[in-house]
């Protein structure tokens, strides 16, 4: 036994493992958490970090390997016995009932608030966290989620996760929590998870942003083909050494281009702004990569879905499509569950494969051959169901599926979330080189590094274009600052 | 030997199994002296569930809360104008075909315009269209029953091989939408549309195009099996298409294709179809009251339904 | 603005729509506008708004019940022989049938089977059950229901202050009691739900058994106002029930129900009939005026929840 009963960690994983199928997921894992202790979790997707998480929430039991709640060995460990233990867990997909009210899903997550007044009650619960973590938050407890942003979602959820009333909450963990949140609602968040640990509780934070795993983690844990591959303080790792650990390496950024508007003939795609004059228009030109950026949920996926739309296409297939997408909300905006992954990826390139209306299986099997190899995803077969993938190889399909065609315009929306660096890099690359072949992309994404990989950048707040940054000038200072101020630039 | 166990892993394989089951014991009751005329009879009958029913699969395919209720007053009206404007003429039988083919595109276009323009669910545009369009047959047929034109009657009734005409038909049908939806762009879209409509069309699926489509191949589906039927049945009738409202969904659902849409299944539907009415005769021939008839057929299609499911929930558990 | 949240867009519509046919009706034929006018507009409302209702229970858990119409049916025929000639018989036949309703919550549940295609299949039995009872129509009221049904009480008709204890009932349980924000949740993200550790099956069995219990009271008083039965007294109910529901503002999945609306709803759909009547259609064309005025009031939703879609932004 290596638990040292002095020191009782809230929950302590002991030599698990687990295997799906041929795939071992886990194995001979040995994981704890202190109390008053922030741990961070690093790893590529596949790494298994989701399968550990899953055991520790009771929603998977692992085929060998031992669970300790606070010392004392939990052996018919469950999803229920893990919530009366004061465990909660934010999920990477956004797990609320989007017909519900704000305070009618704080009551699903509570099951202690009942009686006459139990809509008052969760009320208050839930707008004193949110006013505790999110200071200035602006969300009203009688909104019904479907009404409010993917951010302001992700909010509600992890004030809901903090917040507590028949259980004291113990342990808290965080799947990218901050990966829908623009950068200062992720600091505020990061504060907060500081200000909770200080209090005795403990959390455990996992995110692709390594920078926020070292500033806010005791203890940072890495993990390697489902196997702990280093351990330690946060202070003895660097952004180099964990991404060495994880296994692999951060490559120069590619040099940007200094775009000369409208250099290379007129531009591809545009759409004016409505309405009000302080707006700017939209216009992107041939072979360029142009960020949308600004506070998530200003706009910038409103604006990525019309510019598709408008583009038609509903009434009749086309060769040769002329604008692709790329889905970041992905069970949402893209994946078709049932279908296998060959499908899945060769659905918008489809009319390019079929003559008199019918496939040819052959063609369509090659190019999807093809884009397996450049994309490396990670799959034995590709007649296996998407879903059987992981959540970053199935991020890759649909990559795959916008690259694969011969659109000239490929519009992301926040592509890259729960992606892994290793493949980030080399997603980075291609759209560069696809970019100088002439292809234009427009480019949302919520995190800073990815704004300034573009060429161009407009900022976006309150549904409108405020600000455009070109060149040098698209760096995180003038993002930060447009996206505030507005038309500071 | 794999394609035997690829056979056995279809969803479609229990309908079928369901029928023959049923056949067989039909057959044993009455001693083998009736198998020629209950294959024939099942044949034919079985085969206007199955173009109506083809049509039901596309639109259920189309995703939740697509389903086509206008399927038994389509076939009334283009029944009764089909007939009516043939007027037991033989020379003009070529017009009714055409006619009947109108009202289906007609129909077809009409619930779609509802469904888009209105935006009402599909249930209710399909069940408002429906009141119009059996509001549209009783003022057109005035209460007379037309025979349908002597060859017309002659083909529907006839046999061709030993398989009744009809059936021949269906099979037809069946082969064309088993390759539309399987080897087809346009069933992939359907399927893709019913997985997810707002993924499809970000994935640059014609979402409008091959909903409107698949609504009015529905609708002229429908349209052609109640002209056939009142061919068959020596002339149209007003309530002559009300049982195919729950047996159009009935064979869709327990010939294995998906309820929530994005998964269909062609074979299935014949499967299905054979079962429905061999179930109804196997019952009558024990000699069952109505009321028996239809507490049994409800009680073996929930049957069927659970054992099928029990099939699914094995094959999937692994995920 | 901020009283008129998502929830009482909702509600307007159908509000606007009863109100512009009563109105019409009204106008059409004043003596209407009276208290037995009244009764006699909304009568057979009733027992619609109460198989809306049941309608709306099973749609919350995104389910849809094909069956409505032949149970409502089995329920009036078993209200009218039994629940007449022995009472004790009678009561626990229909307390059997909630308990099947249940049970079809929890098989629809653990099977994973898609609700449409059980109940497709139960339509069939309640139908032959129906028909093995009265196989000719024929039957009695019980004299109480007979007597609640047809009571007058002061200044309101019986049917509206029917319509509205209904109408409360149903929104303060589902929408307003505790236990109901779990059963809309289930209807929204079971998963969810399952993981905050509700029994997803317990709150779909008693959403299933909810539904039976109100579809009963739909037969009952459905006899209490025919004064007798048959097999196929009520089997418009499942599609008017449907409609009822969605004309309420409820939708097919995702546990958006309104049971106010799905009442406002029935009445509405009552009074379209009463409405064409009036006007003297042609025979041929009841049906189809009919689906029309389904069209239309929906058509008005739409043009209604655009500017909803604008308050919300």
Excluded at chain 1, 170 to 191: C, F, G, H, K, N
Aim: aromatic share 8%; glycine share 10%.
């Amino acid at each position: 036994m290596s638990i040292d009963p002095a020191v009782k960690p809230v929950i302590a994983v002991d030599g698990a493992s687990k295997t799906f199928g041929a795939v071992r997921a886990l194995s001979e894992v040995s994981f704890s958490v202190a109390r008053g202790e922030c741990v961070g979790l690093v790893g590529h997707n596949g790494a298994g970090k989701s399968t550990l998480v899953n055991i520790l929430n009771g929603s998977l039991t692992p085929d060998a390997g031992t669970i300790h709640l606070e010392g004392l060995a939990a052996d018919r460990y469950s999803v229920v016995a893990a919530r009366a233990s004061g465990l909660r867990c934010v999920f990477q997909e956004l797990s609320l009932c989007p017909n519900l009210t704000v305070t009618e899903n704080t009551r699903i997550m509570h099951s202690g608030i009942k009686g006459l007044g139990w809509r008052r009650n969760a009320a208050a619960l839930i707008r004193a966290k949110l006013d505790e973590i999110f200071p200035g938050h602006g969300i009203d407890g009688g909104q019904t989620v479907a009404e409010l942003s993917i951010a302001e979602r992700q909010m509600v959820e992890i004030a809901t996760a903090f917040s507590q009333s028949d259980h004291a909450v113990r342990l808290v963990i965080l799947d990218e929590p901050t990966s829908s949140l623009d950068s200062s609602l992720a600091a505020q968040l990061l504060a907060y998870i500081r200000r909770f640990v200080a209090e005795g509780g403990s959390v455990v934070l996992i995110s692709h942003i390594l920078s926020e795993i070292l500033t806010t983690a005791d203890r940072i844990v890495v993990m390697k083909d489902g196997q702990v591959v280093a351990s330690g303080p946060a202070a003895e790792f660097s952004v180099d050494t964990l991404v060495g650990a994880m296994g692999s390496v951060v490559r120069a950024r590619d040099a940007r281009r200094v775009f000369e508007a409208g250099a290379e003939g007129g531009p591809v795609l545009q759409q004016r702004a409505l309405g009000n004059a302080e707006a700017m228009d939209f216009v992107a030109y041939r072979g360029e990569i142009l960020g949308l950026a600004g506070l998530g949920g200003h706009g910038q996926t409103r604006t990525l879905v019309s510019l598709f739309m408008n583009a038609g296409g509903d009434w009749r297939g086309r060769r040769q499509t002329k604008i692709a997408f790329v889905a970041g909300d992905r069970h949402v905006d893209g994946n078709l569950p049932l279908w296998s992954t060959l499908k899945n990826l060769t659905l918008t390139l489809l009319p390019d494969l079929t003559r008199l209306g019918l496939i040819d299986r052959r063609k369509e099997a090659s190019v999807a051959g093809n884009w397996r190899e450049r994309m490396e995803i990670r799959t034995n077969d590709l007649g296996n169901p998407i879903l059987s993938l992981s959540g970053g190889n199935q991020q890759k399909v649909l990559f795959a599926r916008a690259l694969a065609t011969t659109a000239p315009v490929v519009l992301m929306d926040d592509p890259m979330r729960g992606v892994d660096i290793g493949t980030k890099q080399e997603v980075y690359h291609m759209l560069r080189v696809e970019a100088d072949k002439g292809r234009t992309f427009v480019w949302y994404s919520t995190e800073m590094d990815e704004v300034c990989q573009c060429d161009r950048v407009y900022v976006f707040r309150e549904g409108r274009i405020v600000a455009e940054l070109t060149g040098e000038d698209v760096t995180e200072e003038r993002v930060l600052a447009a996206s505030f101020a507005g038309g500071a630039a | 030997m794999a394609a035997i166990k690829a056979m056995l892993a279809k969803p479609w394989i229990w309908s079928f199994v369901a029928a023959a089951g049923v056949w067989m014991v039909t057959i044993l009751f009455t001693a083998g002296a009736s198998t020629l005329g209950l294959t024939q009879a099942a044949l034919t009958f079985a085969a206007f569930s199955i173009i109506v029913g083809l049509g039901q699969m596309f639109v259920i395919t189309l995703g939740p809360g697509n389903v086509d209720l206008s399927i038994p007053s389509t076939m009334t009206l283009a029944g009764t104008v089909a007939l009516k404007l043939m007027d037991t003429n033989n020379g003009l039988i070529a017009v009714g075909i055409l006619v009947t083919l109108a009202v289906g595109v007609t129909v077809g276009i009409g619930n779609y315009t509802l469904i888009k323009l209105l935006r009402i669910p599909p249930i209710i545009a399909t069940l408002s269209s429906s009141f119009i369009i059996q509001s549209t047959a009783i003022w057109y047929n005035r209460g007379i029953r037309i025979k349908p034109p002597r060859v017309l009657a002659e083909f529907t009734t006839a046999s061709t091989l030993g398989i009744p005409n009809v059936a021949w038909l269906a099979l037809a049908i069946s082969i064309v939408a088993w390759v539309l939806l399987e080897r087809g762009i346009y069933g992939r879209w359907v399927s893709a549309i019913g997985q997810n409509m707002r993924a499809a069309r970000l994935a640059g699926v014609p979402v409008d195009g091959v909903r409107v489509a698949t609504y009015v191949l529905c609708a002229v589906l429908a349209a052609l099996a109640g002209f056939l039927l009142s061919c068959f049945s020596g002339g149209a009738a007003l309530n002559m298409g009300a049982e195919y409202l729950l047996t159009s969904i009935a064979v869709v659902v327990i010939g294995g294709t998906a309820v929530a849409g994005g998964f269909a299944n062609v074979p299935g539907i014949w499967g299905a179809s054979l079962f429905l009415f061999l179930v109804v005769s196997m019952l009558n021939t024990y000699g069952a009251s109505a009321g028996v008839r239809l507490f049994l057929t409800g009680v073996i299609i929930i049957a069927v339904i659970i054992a099928a499911s029990r099939r699914l929930g094995e094959g999937s558990s692994t995920s | 603005m901020t009283w008129l949240t998502a929830e009482r867009w909702r509600l307007l519509v159908p509000a606007v729509s009863l109100t512009v046919l009563l109105i019409a009706v009204f106008w059409l034929q004043p003596r209407t506008m009276s208290y037995t006018g009244l009764n006699l507009l909304f009568n057979l409302a009733v027992p619609i708004a109460l198989a809306t209702i049941a309608q709306m229970l099973i749609m919350m858990v995104n389910g849809l019940d094909l069956s409505m119409g032949t149970f409502v049916s089995f329920v009036a025929c078993v209200t009218a022989t039994f629940l007449q000639t022995d009472p004790l018989v009678g009561a626990l036949i229909l307390f059997g049938c909630i308990a099947i309703y249940g049970a079809l919550g929890v098989v629809i549940y653990l099977r994973n089977l898609p609700a449409i295609v059980v109940t497709l299949g139960m339509s069939f039995v309640w139908g032959g059950l129906a028909v093995l009872l009265l196989p000719t129509p024929g039957g009695a009221a019980p004299e109480w229901i007979r007597w609640v049904m047809t009571s007058k009480p002061p200044f309101v008709p019986m049917a509206i202050v029917a319509s509205v204890i209904i109408a409360a009932a149903a929104h303060w349980l589902v929408m307003r009691s505790s236990f109901g924000v779990v059963l809309r949740g289930v209807g929204g993200n079971e998963r969810t739900v399952e993981r905050a550790g509700w029994s997803v099956l317990r709150a779909r069995a008693t959403a299933y058994a909810m539904a039976g219990f109100f579809a009963v009271l739909s037969g009952m008083s459905l006899v209490g106002l025919t004064t007798s039965a048959d097999a196929n007294i009520a089997l418009r109910y499942t599609l008017l029930s449907i409609a009822g529901v969605i004309l309420g503002g409820g939708e097919f999945v995702g546990g958006r129900v309104s049971p106010i609306g799905a009442v406002i709803g029935a009445l509405t759909l009552t009074l379209a009939a009463s409405f064409l009547s009036f006007l003297r259609i042609s025979p041929d064309w009841q049906i189809g005026a009919q689906g029309a005025i389904l069209i239309i009031v929906l058509a008005l939703r739409l043009v209604l929840t655009r500017r909803e879609a604008r308050v919300a932004h």
